[in-house]
C-alpha cells in the first residue's frame, strides 16, 4: 500500500513500533539478536560538543519508564566526513542513473514551512535549507518538502535538484507592522497563513507524511531538518492530549518514534519580542527534544548551527532494547539513556509508542497482502534485493503533440553454476511531478538467461519507450524475477516543450551506434545510439556520447554551435570539441544529431563531467553527465 506525501514525496505504510532484528542493514549497522527491539540512535557528546567514540554496550544505562533494559544489540557508527575535491561539480551534481544499490548513511529530510513562515524570512530560510544540502555527503540521500506550496524534490543524492528546491521556497505568511517600523502608522494587513494553507494541515502534517513515508526505509541514520517558525501549541510528550490538532499532532509524534527519527528544528526569523519562550518556539523545543534532535532558537545566525546536526548524526552508537509488549491500550514508554563518563550529553528519543492489541473483527478477510513488486514500486527511497538502475533520456517525436522518454533499465544477476532462465515482471509508470498524477505506464515480461560467467553476474538492460506530454515527472521502476528478488527506483525526468521552443536539446545518452545486425527494440527508431545505464568504462573502450538539438519553434532554423567540455575531478579542462549544425541540417524533423566516441579524448582513470551545450543565436541549451574511467575492464 501507498500514499503520497504533498509536494510529490512518497509515503509508504508501515507496520509497528519496534524493529524486528536482522531486517535489512547497512553493513556497518547490523543488529542479529532474532527477537524484536526497540532500536534507538544515542549521541553522546563531549563538553564541546563534539562526538565521543570508544564507548562499548557496557557503558550505556537504558531505562524504559524507569525500570532497566539490557542492551541486546550494539553497534557503533562513525561516518567519515566528505571529501573536499578541488571541483565544485564533483560534489554537486550527481549521476543521471538512478539505482537501488546505495550505501545510505543518512537520509535528511527537508521540511521548509513556506505556510508559517514570514515574507521577510524567506532569505533565512533558504539560507539554513542550502547549508544543509552543501553539507550532505556523497552517500546521504536528502528530499526537500514544503508546507504548503513549492518545487519539492523527492529523496536524491543529487545536490542541484536539491538546490532547485530550496530556492523555489517562498514564505506565504503576511504579518501586521513591527511597532516603530515607517507602516506603523497604515491599516494592518491581515497577518497569518492563508486559508487554503491552513487547511491542508501545515507543519503538523507535513511531519506526519514525512515521517510515514521514512518508517519502512533501509536502515541508515534518519534526520528532518524542519524550518519554521513553530506554531503555538499546547502540549508535551506527556499531554498529547491538551494539543490543538490532537489528530495530526498525536500521529506525527507517533511516527517519528517508530521511525527512528531525530529532528532539527530551525527558526529563521531570529530574534525577535517573544525572546526564547513561547508557545511557537516550546513546539520547536519539543519536536526536537522529544526525538534526540536540537531546536535552534532565538538566534539571527540559525545557518553556523547546521554543521552540528552532521556532527550529531555522523558519529553516534546504536543500542537495541527488549521491545515491550502490546496490552490492552496504547501506551508511551518514556526512556532516559546515560553514559558512565563525565560530563557528557546524551541525545536520542524521548521514548517509543506501544499499539495496543488488535480487537477481534467479524469482518470479511482483509484485502492479500502486497506483492514484493508492489513494495518495491511504493517505497520512499530505492530499494530491494534486485540490482536495479535506470536512465531517462526525452526525445521529440515529429508530428506528435507527445515526445517520447527513453527508458534503460538496468539489472544484473549472479552468474550460476550452469545455464539458468527466469522471468523477470517490469513496470514503469511517470506521475506527475507536483499533482502526482499517473501519466503513463509501460508493463512488460522479460525472460532472461543467466549462464556461468567468470566475472561473477550476468548484466542486462532492457530499453522502453513511454510517451509524455511536456512537464516534470517522477518516474517509478519496480521489477520482480519469478526467483523471488525484487526492487525499485525512481528518477526524475523533465520532458521540455521542443515544439515551442526555438532551440532545445535532447538527453544526453552514453552507448554505442546500433549495427546493421543489431536486434530491433523499442527505441530503434527513436535514436541510431543503443543507451546503456554504465557510467563506469574501461579506459580501452569506446563509449559514445549523442544528443539531438531541436528548433521547432522557429521558422528558419539557423546554424547552430555546438561545444563539447571533458573536465576532470580537478576542475580543469582535459578534452574538448567543436562543431557546426548547419541551418539546413534542422530540415524535416527540425533535429540535428551531435555524436562524439569518447576514446577520441584519450584520458586516463579517473572522473569526468562532459558537458553539450549548443548555441543559436542569442539561445544557449546545455546537457551533461558524469562518468569515470578504470583500467580493468568492467
Not at 89 to 99: I, K, L, N, P
Not at 443 to 472: C, D, I, K, M, N
Not at 523 to 552: G, I, N
Request: aromatic share 6%; net charge positive; with cysteine.
Amino acid at each position: 500500500m501507498r500514499g503520497i506525501i504533498k509536494c510529490g514525496v512518497m509515503a509508504a505504510v508501515a507496520a509497528g513500533a519496534v524493529l524486528v532484528a536482522g531486517a535489512q542493514q547497512t553493513a556497518q549497522e547490523t543488529f542479529r539478536t532474532g527477537v524484536e527491539i526497540v532500536r534507538l540512535d544515542v549521541s553522546v557528546l563531549d563538553k564541546n560538543r563534539r562526538p565521543v567514540r570508544n564507548l562499548t554496550a557496557a557503558d550505556f544505562t537504558v531505562l524504559d519508564d524507569g525500570e532497566g533494559q539490557p542492551v541486546i544489540a550494539f553497534s557503533a557508527i562513525d561516518i567519515p566526513d566528505p571529501i573536499e575535491h578541488s571541483a565544485r561539480w564533483m560534489r554537486d551534481v550527481g549521476s543521471d542513473v538512478a539505482t537501488n544499490r546505495l550505501d545510505t548513511r543518512r537520509i535528511i529530510a527537508i521540511v521548509m514551512d513556506d505556510c508559517n513562515t514570514d515574507i521577510a524570512d524567506s532569505s533565512m530560510a533558504r539560507t539554513v535549507a542550502r547549508g544543509v544540502v552543501n553539507r550532505l555527503g556523497p552517500n546521504d540521500s536528502s528530499g526537500v518538502v514544503f508546507t504548503f506550496m513549492g518545487r519539492s524534490q523527492n529523496f536524491t543524492t543529487d545536490h542541484r535538484q536539491l538546490l532547485a528546491a530550496v530556492d523555489s521556497f517562498y514564505a506565504k505568511k503576511s504579518a501586521p507592522p513591527r511597532p516603530g517600523s515607517a507602516a506603523a502608522g497604515t491599516t494592518p494587513r491581515a497577518g497569518g497563513a492563508p486559508l487554503a494553507c491552513q487547511l491542508q494541515g501545515g507543519l503538523s502534517r507535513t511531519v506526519l507524511q514525512v515521517a510515514t513515508a521514512l518508517q519502512d526505509t533501509p536502515e541508515g541514520r534518519k534526520a528532518i531538518v524542519v524550518i519554521s517558525p513553530g506554531i503555538p501549541f499546547n502540549f508535551s510528550m506527556e499531554s498529547l492530549q491538551e494539543a490543538d490538532d490532537i489528530g495530526d499532532v498525536m500521529a506525527a509524534f507517533q511516527a517519528l518514534q517508530r521511525a527512528n527519527i531525530n529532528v532539527y528544528t530551525f527558526d529563521p526569523s531570529g530574534l525577535t519580542p517573544d525572546g526564547i519562550v513561547g508557545p511557537r518556539l516550546d513546539t520547536l523545543r519539543t519536536f526536537a527534544e522529544s526525538t534526540g534532535g536540537r531546536a535552534v532558537i532565538a538566534t539571527n545566525t540559525p545557518e553556523v548551527h547546521v554543521p552540528q546536526v552532521f556532527v550529531e548524526n555522523g558519529s553516534y552508537y546504536l543500542l537495541g532494547i527488549p521491545a515491550r509488549k502490546p496490552g490492552n491500550r496504547d501506551e508511551f514508554r518514556k526512556l532516559k539513556v546515560t553514559v558512565n563518563r563525565p560530563g557528557v550529553e546524551v541525545r536520542t528519543r524521548a521514548g517509543y509508542f506501544v499499539e495496543r492489541l488488535p480487537k477481534p473483527s467479524g469482518r470479511k478477510a482483509a484485502a492479500p497482502p502486497p506483492t514484493a513488486l508492489d513494495k518495491a514500486f511504493g517505497s520512499a527511497l530505492p530499494t530491494g534485493d534486485l540490482p536495479l538502475s535506470v536512465s531517462v533520456a526525452p526525445f521529440a517525436v515529429p508530428g506528435s503533440r507527445e515526445s517520447a522518454l527513453a527508458v534503460t533499465i538496468g539489472t544484473s544477476r549472479p552468474a550460476p553454476d550452469r545455464t539458468v532462465t527466469e522471468k523477470m515482471e517490469l513496470r514503469a509508470t511517470a506521475y506527475e511531478y507536483e499533482t502526482y498524477r499517473q501519466r503513463g505506464t509501460v508493463l512488460q515480461t522479460l525472460e532472461l538467461t543467466s549462464r556461468p560467467s567468470a566475472a561473477g553476474e550476468r548484466r542486462f538492460e532492457v530499453p522502453l519507450r513511454l510517451p509524455l506530454r511536456a512537464g516534470r515527472y517522477e518516474l517509478r521502476v519496480g521489477a520482480e524475477s519469478s526467483s523471488g528478488a525484487a526492487g525499485g527506483v525512481y528518477v526524475n525526468a523533465d520532458v521540455p516543450n521542443f515544439a515551442k521552443a526555438d532551440l532545445s536539446l535532447s538527453g544526453l545518452i552514453l552507448g554505442t551506434l546500433r549495427g546493421a545486425a543489431a536486434q530491433s527494440d523499442a527505441l530503434a527508431d527513436l535514436v541510431p545510439v543503443v543507451p546503456t545505464v554504465r557510467r563506469e568504462f574501461a579506459v580501452t573502450e569506446a563509449p559514445l556520447a549523442f544528443v539531438r538539438a531541436y528548433q521547432m519553434g522557429t521558422r528558419t532554423p539557423l546554424p547552430a554551435a555546438v561545444t563539447m567540455r571533458i573536465v576532470d575531478a580537478e576542475g580543469r579542462q582535459v578534452f574538448a570539441d567543436e562543431a557546426t549544425l548547419a541551418g539546413g541540417r534542422f530540415q524535416g524533423d527540425r533535429g540535428a544529431d551531435y555524436q562524439l566516441e569518447l576514446s577520441r579524448a584519450k584520458l586516463g582513470p579517473g572522473d569526468y563531467l562532459l558537458s553539450i551545450e549548443v548555441k543559436a543565436a542569442k539561445r544557449t541549451v546545455r546537457r551533461e553527465v558524469r562518468f569515470r574511467l578504470v583500467n580493468v575492464s568492467v
